[in-house]
């Protein structure tokens, strides 16, 4: 499902070169369920960025699905990443003025889906997870999980191959994050391959592979034993 190797990212900070992803090689198949965790400034998001093609990497190999990733032009990026994987981000990143069912709804607006037909899956998509009886709220008036829920329903509706979630649980109380992580297992034991990017060794103890970088490099790379929720 998914090739890294041997692949490089350094920024550029002016005066010198921050190398930050300094070889990682990675392969990842379909179904997985795989943690990434590191100390702060280890290269996580970097790397997360290059995976859902957000960023670029200088040089290496990555694969997705079988499809080369070599410097795409804003709109190929933005077909492939709508097309192979759904974003989940600490923050929720939902749109204020919208309710609930419209941002679930909004990836199929940008594949021209027509309004009917996305807002009946949107609601599909909702019940899902649990959120069919607010689906005309907005953000503002659902609780934490409930808009992480909203947004891994956006995540999911458009079927990607991939979800990749940045910090899902980092701004939720302990009960919550259980909550949010028995839906990803959940959503993972339908065949969807995740990789969460998280700080918390307890989120990373209920996904099934863990990967920890350190300074750039794969440090550890273990399959461990899952606990269910
Ligand atoms: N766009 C950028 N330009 C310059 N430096 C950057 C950029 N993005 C990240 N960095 C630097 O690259 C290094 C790795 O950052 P990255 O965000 O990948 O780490 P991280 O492991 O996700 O950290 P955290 O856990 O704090 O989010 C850091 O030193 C960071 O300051």
Do not use: C
Not at 136 to 162: C, F, M, W, Y
Request: glycine letters at 8%; a negative charge.
């Amino acid at each position: 499902m998914l090739v890294i190797q041997d692949l490089h990212k350094s920024y550029d900070t002016g005066k010198s070169k921050l190398h930050v992803l300094k070889g990682i090689n990675l392969n990842i198949s379909e179904g997985e369920f795989v943690s990434i965790m590191g100390s702060s400034g280890s290269g996580k998001s970097t790397l997360l960025n290059i995976i859902g093609i957000l960023d670029e990497k200088d040089s290496g190999v990555y694969e997705l699905d079988g499809i080369p990733i070599e410097h795409l032009n804003e709109v190929k990026a933005a077909e492939y990443r709508s097309r192979f994987l759904g974003f989940v981000f600490q923050s929720f990143n939902l749109i204020g003025y919208k309710t609930a069912v419209e941002n679930v709804a909004l990836p199929l607006y940008y594949q021209n889906v027509p309004r009917k037909e996305r807002n009946q899956k949107a609601l599909e998509y909702l019940e899902k997870v649990g959120l069919g009886q607010w689906a005309n709220h907005l953000p503002n008036e659902l609780s934490g999980g409930q808009k992480q829920r909203v947004a891994i329903a956006r995540a999911l509706i458009t079927d990607p191959k991939v979800v990749l979630a940045d910090e899902p649980t980092g701004a939720l109380d302990s009960k919550t994050t259980h909550d949010i992580m028995k839906l990803l297992q959940d959503i993972n034991n339908e065949g969807k391959t995740i990789i969460v990017v998280t700080h918390e060794p307890d989120v990373a103890a209920q996904t099934k592979r863990n990967v920890v970088l350190r300074d750039g490099i794969i440090e550890s790379d273990e399959f461990i034993e899952q606990i269910v929720l």
